[in-house]
């Protein structure tokens, strides 16, 4: 496991990295507590995939999709999920090709470690460190 302390002017260069040595397909899940800057590095990391357009909170709709050429990035927040079974629900093409997705609250998904999925936990150490570990 890789640990890194964060500060705001970091994001761009750890998402260059992070997306770098990123499978297509993959998941990535996002843990962390609230306001730990789940939503802030996914914006960076779509964003480095090459998405041009604004990159805003899926909380409200749940899942919002970007494209890039053939790939397909979702963005998914199960903040207002109250299960498992909303989350199976919701009939994602999870690792189908071309795909990449950023699912926040994953550890709401039990079993998802065992799907070969990468996830990124963020801590919050003060007002503008974070340190992530993947």
Same mark, same amino acid.
């Given at each position: 496991m890789i640990t890194k302390d964060l #500060?705001?002017?970091d994001l761009n260069t750890f998402a260059e990295q992070f997306i770098l040595d990123l499978p297509i397909p993959s998941v990535v899940g996002?843990? /962390?507590t609230? /306001?730990?800057g789940k939503t802030t590095l996914?914006?960076?990391l779509i964003q480095e995939l090459g998405v041009k357009?604004? %990159?805003t909170s899926p909380t409200f709709?749940? %899942?919002k999709s970007y494209r890039k050429g053939k790939l397909t990035i979702f963005h998914v927040d199960l903040y207002r999920l109250s299960s498992i079974h909303e989350f199976? $629900?919701? $009939?994602?093409p999870l690792n189908e090709k071309d795909t990449v997705f950023f699912i926040e609250w994953s550890d709401m998904v039990p079993n998802s470690k065992s799907r070969n999925w990468k996830f990124l936990d963020i801590e919050i150490i003060d007002d503008v460190?974070? #340190? %992530?570990s993947y």
């Open positions: #500060k705001q002017e996002l843990k /962390g609230l /306001g730990a996914v914006k960076h357009e604004k %990159v709709n749940i %899942v199976l $629900d919701l $009939d994602l460190t974070r #340190k %992530v």
